[in-house]
């Protein structure tokens, strides 16, 4: 599980929030306590439209952030600039999350993990009419190119990820949703990250055609993290760490691979309903 920690004050869902740096360090701490496996610090937005932040300013936010909370869990830099990206690792912080896909050099140097994520065009045009002749085949084919450079060029550790909303349509995030099973057999570990995005608040619009703001976006996120991690996705990169957890829990039970109930959870079905305050 993947917490997501923007240290903006931009950014489409939380910007402004977690943007003093004990703001943001006590937001990580709070990850931690949810569960949270990875924190992904970020400090530039990359909506639809956003402008792009100064190095300066972007080393002013992240590191200190990474410094504060990598001795105590992992941490990722959500960034596209390799001075960035390695200050970060010089930091603490042990994976490169690049929606650029292009910094797999300066994890290969600094001996740090790399994700690859699809993206199309830049954050000022990517939303202006997409375009795909097969957008699977496309996302898949450069995901599978970029890590081969990548473990070519000694990365040990890559992910790949289709970039949910980056130049994407709504029917595009669908199509690439549904087709996880083909990222996953490439046998490269994925990741995703669906969390409150654009295309859960059209398909949870009102009546009146009003998208559902991102704070009525938790069920369609759950929803798509929950389809991921069924599908063979490895991570997840959320905002509401707590409740996707408890979902990643039940998927986790009820796989494949699931290990048989134990002790109190091993009760047989008919024991919760004598006890009116347990409900399956
Ligand atoms: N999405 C966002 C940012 N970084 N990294 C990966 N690997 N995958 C994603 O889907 C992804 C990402 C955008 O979300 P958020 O960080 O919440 O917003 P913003 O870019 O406005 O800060």
């Known amino acids: 599980m993947m917490g997501i920690l923007n240290v903006t004050a931009d950014s489409f869902s939380d910007g402004g929030r977690w943007f003093e740096t004990h703001q943001a360090v006590m937001r990580g701490h709070e990850m931690i306590a949810e569960g949270a496996d990875i924190i992904d610090v970020g400090g530039e937005s990359t909506r639809p439209g956003a402008s792009g932040v100064p190095v300066e300013e972007e080393l002013r936010r992240v590191v200190p952030v990474v410094a504060a909370l990598a001795g105590q869990v992992r941490v990722s830099i959500d960034t596209t600039k390799a001075e960035v990206a390695a200050a970060a690792v010089e930091a603490g ?7 650029s896909a292009t910094l797999w050099s300066v994890a290969a140097r600094h001996g740090v993990g790399w994700v690859a994520m699809h993206r199309l065009g830049t954050p000022a045009s990517m939303q202006v009419d997409p375009h795909y002749g097969d957008v699977v085949a496309e996302v898949s084919a450069l995901l599978v190119e970029r890590a081969g450079q990548a473990a070519s060029a ?8 289709p970039g949910i909303g980056f130049g994407k349509t709504i029917d595009h995030n669908l199509q690439l949703l549904a087709a996880l099973d083909k990222l996953v057999a490439t046998g490269i570990p994925v990741m995703v990250g669906t969390s409150r995005k654009g295309f859960l608040g059209a398909l949870a619009a009102s009546v009146d055609g009003t998208p559902a ?7 369609g996120s759950l929803a798509t993290a929950t389809w991921a991690m069924q599908h063979g ?15 990643a829990v039940l998927v986790g039970r009820m796989g494949p691979g699931a ?4 002790g109190s959870s091993a009760q047989p079905e008919h024991q919760g309903i004598a006890d009116p305050g347990v409900r399956a």
Do not use: F
């Open 233 to 247: 996705v490895g991570m997840v990169r959320v905002h509401d760490v707590a409740a996707s957890v408890q979902a």
């Open 213 to 219: 703001p991102v704070e009525d976006r938790l069920p």
């Open 259 to 262: 290990a048989p109930a134990t």
């Open 154 to 161: 000694g990365v040990k550790e890559v992910w790949i990820d």
């Open 93 to 99: 912080a042990s994976l490169i999350n690049d929606v």
